[in-house]
DNA sequence: TATTGTCCCATGCTATCCCATGAACACGTC
DNA sequence: GACGTGTTCATGGGATAGCATGGGACAATA
């Protein structure tokens, strides 16, 4: 499978080295990535982490924005001036940069989560919290639209 | 039969392996899966389990959504970061994963139900209670059905 | 000279392969 | 019907390969 999936917490070393897992560097070498770019994601506090499509990605979301406003400007500055090119070394480890940490807040451990075409790093007790705030809106989600099929419908 | 049903609870041995149910096997066989992909379901304690197709259907549903919304983020986030690719060893057995078990709850046993297209995996104390108070769900609409069409009726 | 980043190797844990055991069950034969 | 035989299946365990992690050595940098 070609695709990040699944979650895990690894260890950063005395050196600031973190292993990524396993299935995560199969999946880059699968899909030929030789450079990673990490990102700032925009709205939350992690780092969004892939090839170079990534990068055409965050600009397609810019090229959203009005480039006269300053919100398209900001984004660019945001995710382009902290952006960073990471390196896998030959035991599939990265170091952990200053600009990740201060951006994430990752401390001792580096939690890793897939997202498909690309792959997340949180710090761990961010993550969990964030991941409790997605599980109640799509819980949200979808009573809203049983709500919306049962009031479709001529009669209970 | 291509369906997957009924239940089955099977114990976890020292190496975290477990048993999927010999019928259920036969299930995925025929449906030509070698790779199982497990979720974390959203409102249960419990992990979802079916071929890769279900991812599929997943994205394909998210693919609907404007991917710079929320709501694709939250989708995505569950479905990747909460999902998970599963290998099944030559003896039809799989690893229960700390992934899996943080969410299920599940300690030395596993209880395997079917639902048809796909198969749920439950701590077994959980799943019993999650079966009475399904049941007690289910009496009472039937008893409000009984009594609204009572009340519909002329009267004996 | 200190520091930082690679490279390389060691270690212990975990997942996986392969084989063994024993229980439950079906089938056929006496 | 009773008994042996074979099959299927859950379960256990030894051996091994893969992986996360720790640390030494060396080069590059400041």
Do not use: C
Not at 18 to 28: D, E, G, K, Q, W
Not at 99 to 116: K, L, Q, S
């Amino acid at each position: 499978m070609d695709r990040f999936l699944s979650s895990a917490t690894n260890k950063i070393d005395t050196k600031g080295r973190v292993s990524v897992p396993a299935h995560f560097r199969s999946v880059l070498q699968k899909r030929g990535f030789v450079e990673l770019y990490a990102l700032r994601a925009l709205d939350v506090q992690a780092m969004d982490v892939g090839g170079p499509d990534l990068l055409d990605r965050y600009e397609q979301r810019i090229a959203l924005e009005d480039p006269f406003l300053q919100a398209a400007d900001d984004m660019s500055f945001f995710v382009h001036g902290d952006g960073s090119f990471l390196k896998l070394d030959q035991d599939g480890r990265i170091t952990i940069t200053d600009f990740i940490r201060e951006h994430t807040g990752i401390g001792a451990e580096v939690a890793f989560v897939g997202r498909g075409l690309f792959f997340q790093m949180w710090e761990p007790e961010r993550l969990k919290a964030h991941a409790g705030a997605v599980r109640s809106r799509l819980l949200k989600l979808r009573q809203q639209a049983s709500e919306a099929r049962a009031a479709a419908l001529p009669e209970s």
